[in-house]
């Protein structure tokens, strides 16, 4: 059995807001407290799902995907930072 809720938010809203959770919770047979935390509660998972999920065509996930399994080959930008390479490092003093 659960223990009964004992946090509180008090939220202030415009009259004709209220008054429509109240019809919304009446119509759903809902007390209005039980009926802002079902759909708060729901919003916010809905929230943090979308959050976490990032939505790409199908194609694009392919593509990425063969990127990601393809065997790693160095392009222009590279080959070019490694040559300079022995200009930027240089071996440190060992104490």
């Given at each position: 059995m659960m223990a009964p809720p004992t946090a509180r938010l008090e939220v202030r809203l415009e009259t004709h807001d209220?008054?429509?959770?109240?019809q919304a919770?009446?119509?759903?047979?809902e007390?209005?407290?039980a009926f802002v935390v079902r759909n708060v509660r729901a919003a916010a998972h809905e929230a943090?799902?979308?959050?976490?999920a990032t939505l790409?065509?199908?194609?694009f996930y392919d593509r990425m995907i063969a990127s990601l399994d393809a065997e790693p080959r160095p392009n222009r930008a590279l080959r070019e930072a490694a040559?300079?390479?022995?200009?930027?490092?240089t071996?440190?003093?060992?104490?």
């Open positions: 209220k008054e429509l959770l109240e919770a009446f119509a759903s047979h007390t209005l407290t943090l799902r979308r959050e976490r790409v065509p199908s194609e040559g300079h390479l022995g200009s930027v490092v071996e440190s003093p060992r104490n």
